[in-house]
């Protein structure tokens, strides 16, 4: 008897370790597509050859376009498909049926902007041409996803997600999700609406955004300082904690991109020099760029793609080097419309009671209660003239007579091609100039030089001219009814230049805009550090090399800490107990090395001063909101700054408040 429990103890021991071994060769095995020998790709008009440096970076050669944007989805989807799927299931409000409610406030999100209702429009309205050069991309997505499921990830079971066939239409919304991601303008319409609910429009005005080009030789007003604000100074009350159909977060993750080219009068080779870093966390993995080397007769590109999207967006050709930062042109607005008061169910437009356009929708959310593991939600989206109303979801509700609505240019942009399509092909600068022209729905500034010498800048983007109020607040619909987006920037008159006498170019998600530019652009963009320290290095540059742009990438010179520095440091001598941080950063130069104390300190006493400065009269709450939206208020507490005797300054002690 005991030997044979021994034995039986021993047998399922053997079958336990022959389980974890087969359960871990499966493991090794899953998720890891083949990318040694043959693999048959149908469709294709002739042999396509793959090549992964030691990095896995794969390089692509084929006969013709066709072919090397099917092999290129392919590729793609053999090392992105899980991201592909998740980026799928975000811009259609499919995340909660996988992850449960904790998803559903970015399925509700998703839904109302119309993201892959928009994205399907779009793609209707393509021509020909481009809708060829988007399928061929999207026949190799597929030809992976059914011919090698094997080969699938095993994460995208793990998660419940399951792999489809994917269409020109999930490709165009691709591109409508990446706008909404630029569209950050939302929120600082939001923010400056909370800022008039506390202070009211006069005062909020003393601390909303500035911006500063600093290429203008002197700063007259914007356009549109003397123009009505946007919206008339109403007190909304505004909970951006409910408001669920916005941003996702207030918070700005003190990110920013840098890219710049210089001339060959510039450089010691006498060659144009293009230099991009997008500053995206490096900590998010897989990241969101997708390296890769693409060539046929036609075209000769390495750089990195968005994963669902054909091409390269960063990288070179033959001919032209490119690089990108986000320029936060302005393409949405939030129109504060009024309910008809005879008839709750209806809104006032040009003075008329107007029925709401109805859309209805469900949402599927993964519920172990419920039947089948998923249960229902219905969503009840109501649309104005203007877009969306976003207020329903929830926010303002039908409380008041007052809802707010957003109008974006993706649900109206709807153009037969994407811009992309003729990037890598462009023979020169002034080519890739008018290429980049034909975007419509990313807000890029495109940074390029060519193998001429001729170097570029250009704002992509559909920007919205505006009648009247500016878009930097919620706007009351026109009384009578009529468009205020009277038009659209000339696509050849967006913020840009072409080998200016200076020799260089740059952006640094900065304002860009011209001196004297004739409309507005956005009042949502970084404050001018970054790119007054490039304009620095670049302005007496000379001879330069490879490795004098990666120490200018690398470059910790901190030139906001000149703004505020020496008051500080006076400030912390008048306080005995203070002197010894006074010393540490009277003698710091502005540089912010990782192995010192110095820029810690500074860094840490320049947000409690601002905090402390604007918490005097906003409160706490308001006041976080405001900070956490970075852009929106650096460049201005600056200017405060330089005026000491603001009243934004005043200590409240001296005001008898508590």
């Not at 799928?88 to 409610?101: D, H, I, M, S, Y």
């Not at 500074?602 to 706490?620: D, P, S, V």
């Amino acid at each position: 008897m005991r030997k044979t429990l021994k034995w039986m103890v021993l047998g399922l021991l053997a079958l336990v370790i022959m389980a974890a071994v087969g359960g871990y060769l499966m493991v090794r095995s899953a998720g890891h597509p083949k990318i040694d020998g043959d693999l048959k790709l149908t469709g294709l008009s002739a042999p396509v050859k793959v090549v992964r440096d030691e990095l896995g970076v794969p390089y692509i050669t084929a006969a013709n376009t066709p072919d090397l944007l099917k092999a290129q989805g392919f590729v793609t989807a053999q090392d992105r498909l899980m991201q592909m799927e998740l980026f799928r299931a975000t811009w259609r409000g499919e995340l909660a049926a996988t992850f449960g409610p904790d998803a559903l406030p970015s399925d509700i999100r998703m839904r109302v902007l119309g993201m892959r209702r928009n994205g399907d429009r779009h793609a209707l309205k393509l021509d020909a041409a481009s809708r060829a050069y988007l399928q061929s991309y999207a026949d190799g997505v597929n030809a992976y996803v059914k011919d090698h499921p094997g080969d699938h990830p095993i994460e995208l079971k793990a998660a419940g997600l399951k792999p489809s066939a994917w269409s020109v239409a999930d490709l165009v919304t691709l591109v409508h999700f990446i706008h909404y991601t630029h569209s950050t303008n939302f929120k600082a319409e939001i923010v400056g609406q909370k800022l008039i609910d506390k202070l009211g429009l006069a005062q909020a005005r003393e601390i909303m955004p500035l911006t500063v080009n600093p290429d203008w030789g002197a700063r007259p007003a914007p356009a549109g300082a003397t123009a009505k604000a946007g919206g008339d100074g109403l007190r909304l009350g505004v909970d951006w904690a409910h408001l669920s159909v916005a941003p996702e977060t207030l918070n700005h993750q003190g990110l920013g991109s840098n890219n710049w080219a210089i001339g060959p009068s510039r450089s010691a080779s006498g060659k144009a020099m293009v230099v991009n870093d997008p500053h995206l966390d490096s900590r998010i993995l897989p990241g969101y760029w997708y390296p890769v080397g693409l060539f046929t007769p036609e075209i000769q590109a390495i750089g990195a793609a968005l994963p669902g999207m054909p091409g390269i967006l960063v990288g070179r050709t033959k001919h032209v080097a490119f690089g990108v930062t986000n320029a936060y042109g302005d393409v949405q607005d939030v129109y504060i419309e009024t309910l008809d008061p005879n008839d709750k169910s209806r809104y006032l437009h040009g003075g008329k009671s107007t029925a709401f356009t109805v859309v209805e929708e469900t949402i599927r959310i993964k519920d172990k209660a419920a039947p089948g593991g998923l249960r229902e939600q219905p969503l009840r989206i109501r649309y104005t003239v203007h877009g969306p109303v976003i207020s329903d979801h929830p926010g303002l509700g039908t409380g008041g007579d007052k809802i707010l609505a957003l109008r974006s240019t993706d649900a109206e942009v709807l153009a037969p091609v994407l811009g992309i399509e003729g990037l890598l092909t462009a023979p020169d600068a002034a080519a890739f100039d008018r290429e980049v022209q034909k975007i419509d729905l990313m807000m890029f500034n495109f940074v390029f030089g060519d193998d001429k010498g001729s170097i570029g800048h250009r704002a992509s983007g559909a920007v919205p001219v505006r009648a009247g109020a500016d878009g930097s607040l919620p706007r009351v619909a026109p009384a009578d009814g009529s468009d205020d987006w009277t038009g659209y920037i000339p696509k050849d008159r967006m913020p840009g230049m072409i080998d200016p006498p200076r020799a260089w170019v740059g952006t640094a998600n900065n304002d860009t805009t011209p001196e004297g530019y004739p409309w507005y652009y956005t009042n949502y963009v970084a404050p001018d550090y970054r790119y007054r320290r490039i304009g620095q290095v670049l302005g007496s540059a000379k001879q330069m090399t490879v490795d004098d742009q990666w120490k200018l990438m690398m470059d910790d010179r901190n030139l906001q800490s000149d703004r505020l520095r020496t008051t500080i440091v006076a400030a912390l001598k008048d306080d005995p107990a203070q002197r010894d941080l006074a010393a540490l950063l009277e003698k710091w130069d502005g540089v912010d090395r990782a192995d010192q104390a110095a820029p810690l300190v500074y860094q840490a006493m320049y947000r409690e001063i601002a905090f402390g400065t604007f918490t005097n009269k906003l409160g706490e709450d308001a006041a976080k909101d405001m900070l956490s939206t970075w852009y929106f208020w650096q460049q201005r507490f600056d200017a405060l700054v330089a005026t000491p005797d603001s009243p934004w300054f005043d200590n409240p002690r001296d005001q008898g408040q508590a």
